[in-house]
């Protein structure tokens, strides 16, 4: 009975322990314990029949079968080890980052030369306290001219070749028009800026071209005089360009009175850069704003003008041609 019994229990550590190295899931050994080691296991089982054996016997298979015991739940826990140990191997091995991999490469977008130069003189105009405001590019001759101080024999038309619309409307040629539309549902005092896309029928060449942008100033208040135009645009410009020396040149518009052309003076060269001058009063009696209690000022910029100048550009067509090279100089 005794050797029968640790014959068994023998053969049982062996074949356990040989199953035990064999399983390579940590599911296929958790099985194994059920099936040795748990209660209703082989091992259980085996004890339960040593209830046959002398009271001599007992301790004696008793100790063996402890013996078989301990040495499966070692082997268990070995195993066990050694397969979360390979797991967790497998796992980092998986997820392991080449920081060596060549990356993805995005172009970086910029912002286009225009939009710079539009962001930076905006962004100058409303430190000193004006809004932005923006009108339509197709306009009524109104607003483009007549408002303006400009009837439709006047000689001054001749200074911008218009695109007049079947319908006869236009393409507005300057942005001036926003200040007739921003003045009619406003009232004084009034500082604003508008930046915006104008058309002229001139004929594409380096520095013309049919579609432009521009930069309109208008200040409206009791008490405005030249003074504080000729401060704002020598601070403005100043701001852009840098201290450079900039004169007033007297000059005509037909929504100015007087008028004047700004220039600055650059690589020991004048160049022109902007108008400006006093609202005339007809354009504020246009609005329904009484010249008598109010004056202003207004100027009015080309942005690639400004951009040409500032970057040293030979043609204006390179800022339309979407060319990466160069536009990733900016
Ligand atoms: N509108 C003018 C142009 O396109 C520029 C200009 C001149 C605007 C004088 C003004 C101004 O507001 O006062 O040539």
Redesign the pocket.
């Known amino acids: 009975m005794t050797s029968n019994l640790e014959a068994q229990l023998l053969a049982l550590r062996q074949q356990g322990e040989q199953a035990i190295a064999a399983a390579n899931t940590l599911e296929r050994l958790e099985e194994l314990r059920v099936s040795y080691l748990g209660k209703k296991g082989e091992l259980g089982a085996l004890l339960r029949s040593m209830g046959q054996l002398s009271a001599e016997e007992r301790p004696i298979i008793g100790a063996i079968a402890n013996t078989v015991k301990e040495s499966l739940q070692t082997s268990l826990d070995q195993q066990r080890a050694t397969l979360e140990a390979a797991q967790i191997r497998s796992q980092l091995e998986a997820e392991t980052l080449d920081v060596t991999m060549p990356g993805i490469y995005r172009p970086q977008g910029r912002i286009h030369p225009l939009n710079g130069i539009i962001d930076r003189a905006l962004d100058i105009f409303v430190s000193m306290g004006y809004t932005v405001a923006q009108g339509p590019e197709m306009e009524t001759d109104y607003y483009n001219f007549e408002a303006l101080n400009t009837p439709p024999d006047h000689p001054a038309r001749d ?2 070749d218009t695109f007049y619309l079947p319908d006869g409307n236009l393409l507005r ?4 028009s926003v ?1 007739i539309r921003y003045m009619e549902r406003e009232e004084p005092p009034i500082r604003v800026v508008a930046p915006g896309r ?1 058309y002229r029928r001139d004929n594409v060449d380096a520095t013309h071209s049919a579609v432009f942008h ?1 930069i ?3 200040a409206i208040d009791e008490g405005l005089t030249f003074t504080d135009l000729k401060g704002t645009i020598k601070v403005f410009l100043q701001t852009i360009f840098g201290e450079l020396p900039i004169r007033f040149r007297a000059s005509y ?1 037909p ?2 009175e007087p ?1 004047a052309e700004v220039d600055l003076q650059w690589n020991g060269r004048w160049l022109e850069v ?4 006093m ?1 005339d009063p007809n354009v504020l009696k246009a609005v329904r704003y009484d010249p008598e209690i109010y004056t202003g ?6 942005v690639e003008r400004f951009a040409m100048v500032l970057h040293q550009m030979d043609d204006i067509r390179r800022l339309y041609a979407s060319d990466l090279r160069f536009l990733q100089q900016f």
């Not at 040629?173 to 001036?176: A, G």
């Not at 000022?297 to 080309?302: E, L, S, V």
């Open positions: 200074m911008q040629t300057h942005t001036s200040q104008v521009q309109e100033l208008l518009f929504f100015t008028s902007m108008g400006c001058g609202v000022f207004a100027a009015g910029f080309g």
